[in-house]
């Protein structure tokens, strides 16, 4: 049995794969399975698989017709024989030492779940920037989402953890298969943080993700509402846990929220009319059933989501203005970002970090 079998999903992504596969053939933790999982490419892509394939016995390509995100996660994980599970998209690429360390983090501590932060990466200019989204304050503790509910608000970044595989099968965590859909890490994440009972964080990053690529699941404007259908699988999840719908379910609904807006954001003008008016009718039954009280408004700005449910047909103005300070926000990070760490303070200018 191998220390961790790291899961590799491939569609379509010749330009940026042996990128991918040579980051993790030549980790520095060598007791590795590399599971290739090929969604039926039409470019070069599995070609390329066999070709590393034929270097490295470590390496194991699955190549089926195309289903989906879920139903390829899903046969990865259902292969995997290692001790921990690994998941590297395969337009991205990881630091040399990322499994070696995150492995002993969770060997170390028992965990169910050991997570890095990452570095956002952009290949015109080869520029990263670090994400900074796992706190210093935060690293190396014992915890999980019941002490801490902000685990459940990190982003899904399934790519930066490695995931005991006993744990992931005692609770059967697979991905959503939706066919054709985006957003399939959101219920994941969600679940594995949500019955994981031994959390620990690093605030090191490891992994690069490649924010243009522009054929990424992510980038596209027509999977309008499979993010609907990824916070209505977290319902149904919840519902089977009344326990941790009891401590979670607000946390959901706040998620929910910012990931609508995030999607409505990115969708074509001509579809976020409808798309409103949905996110709308959703948040009116959950402000009328009395659920979204305090702990829903001190993440939610009370006054934008009352223009939502009252006056939905305004909202796109709300929505501009958002867009906005994110956009600002992101330059301004992008530039020059503040952090501490280890109680010192840091500074990141153009990416760099300057200490």
């Known amino acids: 049995m191998a220390k961790v079998s790291v899961i590799v999903p491939v569609y379509n992504v010749e330009k940026y794969l042996k990128d991918c596969i040579e980051s993790i053939r030549t980790q520095s933790l ?28 470590r390496i194991i390509v699955i190549n089926k017709a195309n289903s989906g995100y879920g139903h390829t996660m899903n046969m990865g994980l259902n292969a995997a024989t290692g001790e921990y599970i690994g998941i590297i998209e395969s337009d991205d690429f990881a630091c040399k030492n990322m499994f070696e360390d995150l492995y002993k ?57 490695v995931y005991k595989r006993e744990f992931l099968n005692k609770y059967n965590i697979r991905f959503l298969e939706t066919p054709g859909a985006s957003y399939q890490d959101l219920a994941f994440s ?14 090191k990053a490891y ?27 977290i319902d149904r999840f919840l519902d089977e846990y009344p326990d941790l719908k009891f401590e979670f379910k607000v946390q959901e609904e706040i998620n929910r929220y910012n990931g609508y807006v995030s999607s409505v954001l990115r969708i074509d003008d001509c579809v976020k009319p409808e ?3 949905v996110f709308s009718e959703h948040f009116k039954q959950e402000y009328a059933s009395g659920l979204l009280g305090n702990e829903f408004f001190k993440k939610i700005n009370r006054k ?52």
Not at 123 to 145: D, E, G, V, Y
Not at 320 to 326: D, G, L, N, T, Y
Request: proline content about 1%; glycine content about 2%.
């Open 190 to 203: 969600f679940k594995v943080f949500a019955l994981a009972e031994r959390v620990i964080l690093t605030d």
């Open 304 to 355: 934008e989501f009352m223009t939502l449910i009252n006056k939905p047909e305004k909202y796109i103005k709300v929505l501009k203005s958002i867009e906005r300070k994110r956009k600002f926000n992101q330059l301004r990070k992008n530039i020059l970002s503040i952090h501490f760490r280890n109680g010192k303070l840091n500074l990141t200018v153009f990416g760099k970090e300057v200490i």
């Open 275 to 277: 798309f409103i008016k």
């Open 30 to 57: 060598e007791d590795l399975e590399i599971i290739c999982v090929n969604d039926g490419s039409t470019d070069s892509s599995l070609e390329i698989l066999n070709d590393f394939a034929g270097q490295d016995s």
């Open 105 to 161: 983090l969770a060997k170390d501590n028992d965990a169910d779940i050991a997570k890095g932060d990452w570095f956002n990466y952009w290949s015109k200019n080869k520029f990263a920037r670090k994400n900074n989204r796992i706190s210093s304050a935060k690293a190396f503790q014992l915890t999980n989402s019941k002490k801490d509910k902000s685990l459940l608000r990190i982003n899904p970044s399934v790519w930066s953890a």
């Open 207 to 233: 992994l690069y993700y490649r924010q243009d690529n522009m054929n990424s699941s992510v980038k596209s404007k027509t999977k309008v509402y499979c993010v609907c259908d990824e916070y209505d699988e």
